[in-house]
C-alpha cells in the first residue's frame, strides 16, 4: 500500500520532502504544540498538553498569526530550535 501525503502550504509547485523519522517515545523530548489560528484548535491542544504534560513531557506552545498563510519564518527558526518534535493542532 503507497502512502500519499499532501502538502497543504501555498506552493505553486509542491517541493519533494523526505518524511522524517518518528521518535520512538516523547519522553525526554521538547513537544511543540503549533496552533495554526483555526476555530477550537486551542482546545485540542489544551487537552492535549494536559495530557502529555501529566505524563511528565515537556510542552512549548506556538501560534500562527493568522491560519491563511504559512507560519512566518522567525517563528518557524523559533520552534526549531527549541523543541523537537512538533504536534499541528487543526480543528473546524
Known amino acids: 500500500m503507497t502512502t500519499v501525503v ?3 502550504t501555498a ?3 509542491a517541493a ?3 518524511r522524517l523519522a518518528r521518535p ?3 519522553e525526554g523530548l521538547t513537544v511543540g504544540l503549533l496552533d495554526i489560528s483555526k476555530p477550537r484548535g486551542d482546545v485540542f491542544l489544551d487537552r ?3 495530557l502529555l504534560s501529566d505524563r511528565g ?3 512549548k506552545r506556538y501560534m500562527k498569526p493568522t491560519v491563511a498563510k504559512p507560519a512566518p519564518l522567525p517563528l518557524r527558526q ?3 530550535g527549541e523543541v523537537d518534535v ?3 493542532g487543526l480543528a473546524d
Open 48 to 50: 492535549l498538553e494536559s
Open 78 to 80: 523559533q520552534i526549531v
Open 57 to 59: 513531557i515537556v510542552v
Open 86 to 88: 512538533v504536534i499541528e
Open 6 to 8: 499532501m502538502d497543504p
Open 11 to 13: 506552493e505553486s509547485s
Open 24 to 26: 520512538d517515545r516523547l
Open 16 to 18: 519533494s520532502r523526505e
